[in-house]
Nanobody, 123 residues
Framework: QVQLVESGGGLVQVGGSLRLSCAVS????????MGWFRQAPGKEREFVGA???????HYTESVKGRFAISRDNAKNTVYLQMNKLEPEDTADYYC?????????????????WGQGTQVTVSS
């Protein structure tokens, strides 16, 4: 069974940083494109970024230059480094696995999801 577990969320001041982790079990992360999504209260899930098995990445414009996705194959873990955080980044953050080489931005395209970790950015 494929399982994804996010961690690393918390409360941070505007301009601060957090690193989220997504630990994957059941399959090696090299089998998947791994996506990060977020969902704020009253809003739909929003694509944040993704990384595929070759290390290619893609980000939504609002986080480009501030967020960075990386992976550690030895730990079977994907990370989302978030810098220069803004109140608009406040949301529940989810990692997801898509069994493809593509970097897809639609939440419905992803097959496996973690339970999420909350990020709150205070002004």
């Amino acid at each position: 069974q494929v399982q994804l577990v996010e961690s690393g969320g918390g409360l941070v001041q505007v301009g601060g940083s957090l690193r989220l982790s997504c630990a994957v079990s059941g399959r090696t992360i090299s089998n998947f494109a791994m996506g990060w999504f977020r969902q704020a209260p009253g809003k739909e899930r929003e694509f944040v970024g993704a990384i595929n098995w070759s290390g290619d990445t893609h980000y939504t414009e609002s986080v480009k230059g501030r967020f960075a996705i990386s992976r550690d194959n030895a730990k079977n873990t994907v990370y989302l480094q978030m810098n220069k955080l803004e109140p608009e980044d406040t949301a529940d953050y989810y990692c997801a696995a898509d069994y493809t080489v593509l970097l897809r931005t639609k939440a419905a395209a992803y097959d496996y999801w973690g339970q999420g970790t909350q990020v709150t950015v205070s002004s």
